[in-house]
């Protein structure tokens, strides 16, 4: 046989015994990172969830009481949202909830709000309504985009209606001295129109000598001390661990250790805070508070989405689950509606929950330590 043939033919099957082992490495890597970039999808009926199509984006959970009293507003009837509103009686963060869902429904059409004032002049409730209804309405003519993405004229119309909305909520305090709501109003125009810390903590003494542990009053607060607004990331996680940890029992005010981590996350775009033990040592604690929560408290919904989230991104699948079924057919809260799609997100991270169960064996989430 002619030496350089031979040579010439030893090369060539040296080269393919390297090369087509590789090149069928390559191709099955290719097709496990083809694989792994399709989309995951489960059968949410299978795992007695609520199909995508169905899911509500405007709500955290139902409430018919709500529905009904802005179905009356929208209707023209201010009695039946007055009365909804005094039914929450000294209960304050069951008042300042309540007074959301009819702000939302003023800020669309205050026709009913302006018959209400006109009747009852000096309501304090209607006052409340009124001043906060200007809050939201400088929050919609800002809009949600961050600050490079919003126009001059937005700024200026979100500082002039801040600026108008600030006397209705002291006009408010006035009428209803004892009530926290009309300073709880108070803190997002200390965020939007950028009051200074001295500033914020006067209002801040003035809410908590009203109401120290107020749900809605500690949320906007770390809005306040977060990095986007007027603080930084350790003024907000400073926040919301003196409020959690001083938090009574049955308290669900541990949660705000999950929305600090979240501002946090979102603000530094990495994903691997989630790793630290800090995130689920507070995972546990809210656990244990929603365990200790009344089953119809206002509040649990708001809390299970950003809990439900947590608990996937700290791997804990079967008590994710757990929380995805409680949360049913909603998903207008945080974190969803941080993105440009809330129903988009919310059902990749229950998707992903379910699918990493099932990987696992479905195995039940963890016993809890009596509490």
């Given amino acids: 046989m002619n030496t350089v043939v031979y040579i010439a033919g030893a090369c060539l099957l040296v080269y393919a015994a390297v090369t087509i082992p590789r090149n069928a490495k390559k191709a099955r890597a290719k097709r496990a990172q083809a694989k792994a970039a399709m989309p995951v999808k489960i059968d949410a009926a299978a795992y007695g969830l609520v199909p995508a199509a169905q899911v509500d984006t405007a709500r955290p959970g139902p409430d018919p009481e709500a529905d009904a009293a802005v179905a009356a507003a929208r209707a023209g009837d201010w009695r039946h949202p007055a009365a909804y509103l005094a039914d929450a009686g000294n209960d304050w963060d069951l008042r300042w909830y309540r007074v959301g869902h009819l702000v939302r429904a003023a800020a669309d059409d205050d026709a009913w709000l302006t018959a209400w004032r006109t009747e009852r002049p000096g309501d304090p409730a209607a006052a409340l309504i009124h001043a906060d209804a200007l809050v939201q309405l400088a929050g919609k003519v800002r809009g949600a985009q961050g600050g490079a993405r919003t126009t001059a004229e937005q700024f200026e119309g979100f500082h002039r209606l801040l600026g108008q909305a600030l006397p209705a909520c002291q006009e408010a305090a006035r009428l209803a001295p004892y009530d926290p709501s009309p300073w709880v109003a108070q803190i997002t125009i200390a965020y939007g129109l950028g009051w200074s810390h001295d500033d914020f903590r006067q209002l801040w003494a003035e ?165």
Avoid at 211 to 223: E, I, K, T, W
Avoid at 276 to 282: C, E, F, L, N, R
Avoid at 329 to 343: C, D, E, K, Q, R
Avoid at 344 to 358: A, D, G, L, P, Y
């Fill in 207 to 371: 809410i908590t000598a009203r109401d120290p542990y107020h749900f809605g009053a500690h949320v906007s607060a770390l809005q306040y001390w977060c990095e986007k607004w007027r603080g930084s990331s350790a003024l907000m996680f400073d926040f919301a661990e003196r409020a959690a940890s001083s938090a009574p029992r049955g308290s669900l005010l541990p949660v705000l250790r999950l929305y600090a981590t979240f501002e946090h996350v979102l603000k530094q775009t990495d994903d691997s805070f989630y790793e630290d033990p800090y995130v689920s040592a507070a995972v546990d604690a809210v656990l244990d508070a929603v365990d200790l929560a009344p089953a119809g408290h206002h509040r649990l919904p708001t809390v299970r989405h950003l809990l439900a989230n947590a608990a996937y991104r700290t791997g804990r699948y079967a008590e994710a689950a757990e929380q995805f079924r409680e949360i049913g057919g909603y998903a207008g809260g945080v974190p969803w509606m941080y993105f440009t799609s809330p129903l988009k997100q919310f059902v990749h991270v229950r998707t992903h929950t379910f699918n990493e169960w099932e990987k696992a064996g479905r195995p039940a989430a963890p016993p809890r330590v009596a509490l």
